[in-house]
């Protein structure tokens, strides 16, 4: 019987080790993860924080699922460090669990920046349910809010503070809002939004401190010398893979675990998934860190079939992002920006009012588009991308954008190239 050993416990583990129930009945799996409790919902933590979801409803299994299927479960207990040679991993405890085969899917944490007074209390980051119970515990006594960054994260850590009625600044680097998600053009609608509902969006700014007395937050401090009160600060700045644990061990890193298609490492029985791993993306060269719920999921199935002996190879990941802004939708997928170079790429765009449409296309490809509004193509989209459906076999990208029979067209596509 193969002793399966996976470190983590979120969307790359779990959907790991349900396909290894699904295919095989012969095997031991051991999950080890720091947090207590079972698997959660990372995608709706800022519920949690506006009240509009329960604690017990983020949950996606009870721990009878874990017992049920003979999983042994060793939680509240961190792994530090990885044995190859010897086929163990070491626990925070000292104790060592040997496996035959091992899954890395330790996932990430939000990254902090060097900021001096980033450790006062009233910071936080938004990754976890303690997170998100330390931030709702701390808007209930607070008025002013200010969040570093103007990606996901911070958005939708901003629009549940703001059900708490305080008053909101977002600190953005960048020239825009939502700047790996959206286009400039795109992000101008979505900062529209949140202005006319009173939030405050400097952009282009950076921060030289966060400012308070007896170790509390009082303020944040701009590189401008502009000082902003704040009761509560949300950090918003991107992810770093927990990968501590396989430093100086031989497994091959860069911003992440690297791993092939397969979602093997570099070292015969050990494989990565989701927000740790590095991998193949579909429409970008090279290998990325993609962060996404929907590719953990796909990564961790893909190392379960291949545990299993079912040899499965990733295609690649393809980032879909979909967010609701007071009312107004937004989406994207694949690449949103044109490249320094823009050699081979072209824009085709329709825009309306409250309405935005983009398809990016490259060698004949869409590789990726931005939707705001009616974003029922964007599905569609993402099919046509992920199967590289050439535009000799389709509507010309104007007729696609103004609302071409969607339905006709899937099952057209479909039948072709399934």
């Not at 000292?94 to 085969?101: A, E, F, L």
Request: hydrophobic residues 40%.
């Amino acid at each position: 019987m193969d002793n399966i050993v996976i470190i983590g416990n979120s969307a790359a583990a779990l959907s790991a080790v349900e396909t290894i129930i699904k295919s095989d009945s012969n095997s031991s799996v051991t999950m080890i993860c720091d947090e207590k409790g079972p698997a959660y919902s990372r995608v709706l933590i800022s519920y949690l924080i506006s009240e509009e979801m329960t604690k017990e409803r983020m949950y996606l299994k009870d721990m009878n699922f874990y017992k049920m299927n003979n999983i042994k479960t060793i939680f509240g207990n961190r792994a530090v460090k990885i044995l190859p040679k010897e086929k163990g991993v070491i626990l925070e405890n000292n104790k060592i669990i040997k496996y035959d085969r091992l899954l890395i899917a330790t996932g990430a944490r939000p990254y902090f920046p060097d900021i001096k007074g980033i450790e006062k209390d009233g910071v936080f980051g938004l990754r976890t349910i303690p997170d998100a119970i330390s931030i709702h515990q701390r808007v209930k006594m607070a008025k002013r809010a200010v969040i570093l960054g103007g990606g996901l994260v911070s958005l939708k850590g901003a629009l549940a503070i703001h059900k708490h009625g305080l008053d909101i600044t977002l600190i953005i680097g960048s020239n825009q809002i939502l700047s790996q998600m959206l286009d400039y053009r795109s992000a101008s609608f979505i900062r529209e939004s949140l202005e006319k509902k009173g939030y405050k969006a400097l952009t282009s700014s950076d921060v030289r401190e966060i400012g308070g007395s007896n170790g509390k937050v009082e303020e944040v401090v701009l590189t401008s010398g502009k000082k902003i009160p704040a009761d509560i600060v949300i950090v918003g700045k991107g992810i770093v893979p927990n990968t501590e644990l396989v430093e100086d061990t031989g497994i091959e890193l860069d911003k992440g675990i690297i791993v092939n298609d397969y979602m093997e490492t570099n070292i015969k029985d050990i494989y990565a998934a989701g927000d740790v791993a590095q991998g193949s993306d579909l429409v970008r060269k090279g290998k990325y860190i993609t962060g996404t719920w929907p590719v953990a999921i796909a990564q961790g199935r893909i190392a379960g079939y291949n545990f299993v002996g079912r040899k499965k190879k990733y295609i690649g990941a393809l980032v879909m992002n979909v967010i609701d802004i007071y009312g107004i939708t937004v989406a994207s997928v694949g690449i949103t920006h044109l490249p320094e170079n823009k050699s081979g790429y072209e824009e085709v765009v329709i825009e309306g009012q409250n309405n935005y449409k983009k398809l990016v296309i490259r060698n004949n490809l869409i590789v990726g588009g931005v939707f705001i509004g009616d974003i029922k193509i964007s599905g569609l989209i993402l099919s046509l991308i992920r199967k590289r459906v050439s535009l000799d076999r389709l509507p010309t990208p104007k007729k696609l954008l103004q609302g071409y029979d969607y339905v006709r067209l899937l099952k057209y596509i479909q039948k072709i190239y399934n």
